[in-house]
């Protein structure tokens, strides 16, 4: 389970209001796929807003991406569900993907009907110039912010090889991430970026169980 919010993530907690039109602009402008959309919520939520501290985003952004679906909108289902609890989890899932869907319907009837003009073509063709360049950035912008040393560099360097030169399975991949910073994080934590202190850790939230059992039915 997640931790409870710091008095920091409280004091700047926004009103459901306010977190619904932010969820609703997001939704309207996430192009680029999961690396833009992810870059634009840590913007927003962290740099921006300041609603959700650096090191809670990354921690549930690890846990997005090794969950079955689209990380992307499973992260911004979490931190919706972090401010405002279940209806902020909803209206940010799904404000996630509604605005975007009636934006690609129009973009696909414009390929479909204008296919053929070179001012809808030349057009299309910006669109892709553009949206690749944002998921550049977005690449750039979280891989500051995630690789802090130099065996998460070297890490991210290996899985880059194995899966654009070698092929190799992707969960075979994640796998061997995981023991190898698993094998370092027991003796050496500071070469992952993490602290070699021990952290307190907040009481497990009451029914707990009882919430697991719910969500996994819905």
Not at 106 to 117: M, N
Not at 188 to 215: C, D, I, M, Y
Request: glycine share 10%; proline share 6%; with cysteine.
């Amino acid at each position: 389970m997640m931790k409870a919010m710091t008095s920091t993530e409280q004091s700047a907690r926004p009103t459901f209001g306010e977190a619904f039109k932010v969820w609703l602009t997001i939704g309207c402008i996430n192009f680029g796929g999961p690396a833009a959309q992810i870059a634009l919520m840590h913007r927003v939520t962290v740099d921006e807003k300041k609603w959700v501290e650096e090191a809670r985003f990354l921690h549930a952004l690890n846990f997005c991406m090794l969950l079955p679906g689209p990380e992307a909108q499973k992260l911004a289902t979490y931190l919706g569900w972090l401010l405002h609890g279940v209806r902020g989890g909803l209206a940010a899932g799904i404000l996630f993907v509604i605005p975007g869907a009636f934006v690609m319907l129009g973009l696909s009837l414009l390929y479909a009907l204008g296919r053929g003009i070179s001012a809808v073509d030349g057009a299309l063709f910006g669109i892709k110039a553009a949206v690749l360049v944002i998921v550049l950035e977005a690449l750039i912008r979280i891989g500051k912010r995630a690789l802090k040393s130099n065996l998460l560099l070297a890490l991210a360097a290996a899985a880059f090889v194995g899966i654009f030169f070698l092929a190799l399975p992707f969960p075979l991949i994640v796998a061997a991430a995981a023991l190898v910073g698993y094998l370092v994080a027991r003796r050496s934590p500071q070469q992952l970026g993490l602290s070699a202190k021990t952290e307190s850790v907040p009481p497990p939230t009451p029914n707990r169980w009882r919430h697991f059992a719910v969500a996994s039915l819905l």
